[in-house]
Structures are given as structure tokens and as C-alpha cells.
């Protein structure tokens, strides 16, 4: 199985101020045969299922706010919200897709300062 | 509008067996894998399997000997049955739409609203 990483656990950021979010993969991610990242972002909101943000490593599903970027290659990952909104107060994931059984990482926890 | 919506029993006593359904209103089954997927505070998000809509499933291996999940395409539905439950099986279970791209399965777009499963003597 492929084990996703995240770091830091928790964060807590002032309003309009930058959240990152670091997501490492035990092995790559990366398809050789279509230079695709097979890894995505989720969002969960206390007492809801999680929701797609970006998939692709950096391609936003329809409808994220543009604040929400993704970057990152191979095994290393990047989820960045470049001004955070009250509405951003969640937990986030990553996972990945490259293979079964799809995983997860432990999630990180995003708060306001 | 797709919409996920589940039910089953919410408590179990040890070794019975668990039995969730999910159906699926606003959508075509074709191209997609019907997943099923739980979620605890110590283990997090777990992929539990999936079931694509020739009816072929793929189940994670820690959970392959006691699952089964399966499709009625008649009613628009997905099962899922874990058999010899105990404590360790505690979680909210999500039926969940995994979208396709060349034959696999790739992220997850939509979500049921989950089912909090509580196994105790």
C-alpha cells in the first residue's frame, strides 16, 4: 500500500493570511506514461463527507475558489489556501489514486489564529 | 444533481454481520466505481472497496476475506456486507461515487452522508 504523510497535524492561521499543507506518498504518484500526479485534496467540514478540491495534484474541481492551489510532483505535495476565509475551518486530505487500495493521509487540521 | 443516500443498521453486537445499502438518485451507473469507504478518529479514511458497473469489485486486502460489496443496477443500488464484526470495525461508513479514468479508479466526487456503525457487546 502506498502511505500518505501529512504535515504539519494542525495549523492555525490568521484570516487572509497563507495556509500550506505538506502531503508525502511512501512512493511515487507519478505516472510515467501520462506525466499525470495521481493525487488529490479533499475537504471535510465537521458532520459532512469530505469534498473534492483538486485532483491532478493542482486541477481544481468545478466551483473551488481559486485561493485554493496545489502543487507538487512524484512524492511530495503541496496544498496551499493563499487567504484564508472563516469558511476554510476544516480538516484536509490527501489522497492518492495511483493505485489500490486507494489511501489517504491522516489529515491536517486548519483553524483561525 | 447526484445524489447518495444510504442506511443500514447503525448497531452491532460482535461477530454479526454488517449490512449497508446506498442508492443513487440523479445519475447514470456507467463509468463509475461504487465505493465504499469508512472513517474512524484513530485510522482515518479507509477504502473499503469498490464495485465498477459491470458488477466487478476490488476490495482493500486488510478487509478482502469478509466483504462483499454488490450492485442492482435494477434499483440504482449498492450494497455493502461486513461479516465478523468487532469493535475495531466502529467507524462511519461512506457510500461514495468514485469517477474512471482508463478503466481505474480515480478520486471520489460524491459522498453519501455516512452511517455512524457502532459495534459493542
Known amino acids: 500500500d502506498i502511505v500518505m504523510t501529512q504535515s504539519p497535524d494542525s495549523l492555525a492561521v490568521s484570516l487572509g493570511e497563507r495556509a500550506t499543507i505538506n502531503c508525502k506518498s511512501s512512493?511515487?504518484?507519478?505516472?510515467?506514461?501520462?506525466?499525470?500526479?495521481?493525487l488529490a485534496w479533499y475537504q471535510q467540514k465537521p458532520g459532512q463527507p469530505p469534498k473534492l478540491l483538486l485532483y491532478?495534484?493542482?486541477t481544481r474541481e468545478s466551483g473551488v475558489p481559486d485561493r485554493f492551489s496545489g502543487s507538487g510532483s512524484g512524492t511530495d505535495f503541496t496544498l496551499t489556501i493563499s487567504s484564508l476565509q472563516t469558511e476554510d475551518v476544516a480538516v484536509y486530505y490527501c489522497?492518492?489514486?495511483?493505485?489500490?487500495?486507494?489511501?489517504f493521509g491522516g489529515g491536517t487540521k486548519v483553524e483561525i489564529k | 444533481q447526484v445524489q447518495l443516500q444510504q442506511w443500514g443498521a447503525g448497531l452491532l453486537k460482535p461477530s454479526e454481520t454488517l449490512s449497508l445499502t446506498c442508492a443513487v438518485y440523479?445519475?447514470?451507473?456507467?463509468?463509475?466505481?461504487w465505493t465504499w469507504i469508512r472513517q474512524t478518529p484513530g485510522k482515518g479514511l479507509e477504502w473499503i472497496g469498490e464495485?465498477?458497473?459491470?458488477?466487478?469489485?476490488n476490495y482493500n486486502p486488510s478487509l478482502k476475506s469478509r466483504v462483499t460489496i454488490s450492485l442492482d443496477t435494477s434499483k440504482n443500488q449498492f450494497s455493502l456486507k461486513l461479516k465478523s464484526v468487532t469493535a475495531a470495525d466502529t467507524a462511519m461508513y461512506y457510500c461514495?461515487?468514485?469517477?474512471?479514468?482508463?478503466?481505474?479508479?480515480?478520486?471520489?466526487?460524491?459522498w453519501g452522508q455516512g452511517t455512524l456503525v457502532l459495534v459493542s457487546s
Open positions: 461514495a461515487r468514485g469517477l474512471m479514468d482508463t478503466g481505474k479508479v480515480t478520486t471520489i466526487d460524491h
Open positions: 440523479g445519475g447514470s451507473f456507467s463509468y463509475y466505481f
Open positions: 464495485i465498477n458497473d459491470g458488477g466487478s469489485p
Open positions: 512512493q511515487t504518484v507519478l505516472s510515467i506514461y501520462n506525466n499525470k500526479n495521481y
Open positions: 491532478w495534484a493542482s
Open positions: 489522497q492518492q489514486y495511483y493505485s489500490t487500495p486507494l489511501t
